[in-house]
């Protein structure tokens, strides 16, 4: 078995700002998360966090402490994204979506349903990681119950019978499915983005560490699954010993509920997405991007968004307001993020206006 590898999974946090000129609202998604969620890699016992080259973040790798960025691998993913454009060629013809050619965005028509929109989406995303998953046998962040109800609820609402099959056997391989859950190991919540850099460089120098990565691996194969987990259980427990890690927390994936070699359903339209008969494991990061979000809400309450290429979104016309409350993750079906109460929002936006009257006031004076 190889060390366990993930795929990179971007954090967009919802934020809010005023443009200070014309007192104009703006919601975008800051994407300056990224250090926090890899408190969360290392949890998920990765040695290496893998990019695929498509990736706005490859712009920023340079800027990156090189304790982090020697541990990024990146992927040529042109393949994949040829698989899933054509897999769903006729599905998205159906629809009239239409895919830019730059960043492979998915737009639909004006009228098009926020369900219709999320599912499409959502299968888009899936089959990019599975094809990910299955060409360089790599750990996906992935929610199989998701895909499962976008699956499900996509064919019934097409009528092309060969859409219809290929979601249908799409369906049928992660029905193979089943959760396994361990007790894994996690930093200090109060560790800072600088201090995880340097808890992951240690780790991945830790001989324990690197056979729990192993062990995380043979959860993917029923012949080693029950085996793995006591070994996990004894490295877990070894490991939160070590003076740079902390509490331990539950963590969830997923791995094939049958034995290796079982029979896959065929289509030749899936031949380049399957490559082999060993599928490695999915991992649900819902509950680990919570904890990210947590961890930045006490970090980075007044920080400029960035885009995903790390450039600073806006300028300094807008102010940004700091999340209210604590963040949560509400759902990953609308992936939307909850900002607290509405007597909260008006709170921070009361304080706005006495701060827009204070500035107005200085512009007046000069």
Request: hydrophobic fraction near 35%.
């Amino acid at each position: 078995m190889g060390k366990s590898e993930i795929l990179y999974e971007p954090l967009p946090i919802g934020r809010i700002g005023i443009k200070k000129s014309t007192e104009e609202v703006i919601i975008t998604n800051d994407f300056s998360g990224f250090a926090q969620m890899l408190e969360e890699y290392i949890c998920l016992g990765a040695t290496k966090i893998i990019m695929p080259s498509s990736s706005p973040e490859i712009s920023t790798l340079n800027q990156m402490p090189i304790l982090l960025s020697k541990r990024i691998k990146i992927v040529n993913d042109e393949k994949e994204i040829e698989t899933v454009n054509r897999l769903l060629h006729n599905l998205r013809k159906e629809f009239r979506v239409e895919i830019t050619e730059e960043t492979n965005f998915l737009k639909f028509p004006k009228n098009t349903s926020r369900e219709i929109i999320t599912h499409i989406d959502r299968i888009h995303l899936d089959i990019k990681r599975l094809a990910m998953e299955f060409n360089h046998n790599i750990q996906i962040p992935l929610n199989h119950e998701l895909s499962l109800k976008s699956l499900s609820f996509l064919r019934t609402k097409i009528y092309d019978s060969t859409s219809r099959i290929i979601l249908a056997q799409l369906e049928a391989i992660l029905n193979y499915y089943e959760k396994v859950e361990f007790e894994s190991f996690g930093p200090q919540k109060n560790d800072l983005p600088s201090e995880l850099m340097t808890i992951f460089d240690k780790l991945i120098n830790d001989e324990n560490y690197l056979l729990y990565s192993d062990s995380i691996t043979e959860l993917s194969s029923p012949l080693t699954r029950e085996s793995a987990k006591l070994k996990l259980k004894e490295l877990s427990r070894i490991i939160a010993t070590k003076s740079y890690t902390g509490k331990a927390w539950d963590y969830f994936t997923k791995t094939i509920n049958a034995w290796k070699g079982i029979p896959l359903p065929e289509s030749k339209d899936l031949a380049n997405l399957i490559n082999g008969d060993n599928l490695p494991a999915l991992v649900n990061l819902n509950t680990a991007k919570n904890r990210a979000l947590e961890i930045w809400n006490n970090t980075n309450l007044n920080a400029q968004p960035l885009r995903r290429d790390g450039l600073p979104l806006g300028d300094n016309d807008i102010l940004w307001l700091p999340p209210i409350g604590k963040i949560e993750v509400r759902a990953e079906d609308d992936r939307t993020r909850s900002f607290g109460t509405v007597k909260a929002l008006k709170e921070a936006l009361d304080k706005f206006q006495i701060e827009l009257e204070k500035d107005n006031k200085k512009r007046k004076k000069t």
